[in-house]
């Protein structure tokens, strides 16, 4: 004769088993709900941020006085150092839309310089740190230092 715990036990095991994979999904949904109201409230903050928050008051003075300089809508070659290329891309961005951005990371040849010159009709260069190669600037300004860094910021126009 069987004892009355050997039927208890499957009845038990199986009941333990529901308990922890209804634990388990309660867990697992939880888990879900407060990752995605996680994600959902950080792309939100993402997006309506990402634009003015990389940008710093020195960065935004200098881009500004480049485009007070250079008419909308003309492409301005920059040359940096691969070092260099975060901030060079950072610039990029900040200047498009409105004027686009051709960057030449150094070593820079007069050949390279004069086939974007000829292809995009470039008349001003931004540099981006002590630049090893003049592109062949008829005058420079020093707009600074970048934020933060030693590095320099120079601007100016092309020689004809």
């Known amino acids: 004769m069987l004892s009355p715990f050997v039927l208890e036990r499957p009845d038990r095991a ?15 949904a939880a888990s879900a709900a407060a990752g995605l109201t996680a994600l959902w409230r950080d792309l939100r903050f993402a997006h309506a941020w990402a634009g003015p928050s990389i940008y710093s008051a020195v960065d935004r003075r200098q881009m500004a006085a480049v485009q007070a300089a250079v008419p909308e809508g003309a492409v301005i070659l920059l040359v940096a150092r691969p070092t260099d290329v975060w901030h060079a891309r950072l610039w990029q961005r900040g200047l498009y839309p409105r004027n686009p951005v051709a960057v030449l990371l150094e070593p820079v040849g007069p050949a390279a310089v004069g086939r974007l010159r000829a292809r995009y009709g470039i008349r001003y260069a931004v540099l981006i740190g002590p630049p090893g190669v003049d592109p062949g600037l008829a005058w420079r300004r020093d707009l600074g230092a970048l934020a933060g860094l030693p590095e320099r ?8």
């Open 153 to 160: 910021v120079s601007f100016g126009a092309l020689a004809p």
């Open 14 to 28: 199986r009941l333990s088993a529901a308990a922890l994979r209804l634990i388990a999904a309660v867990v697992l």
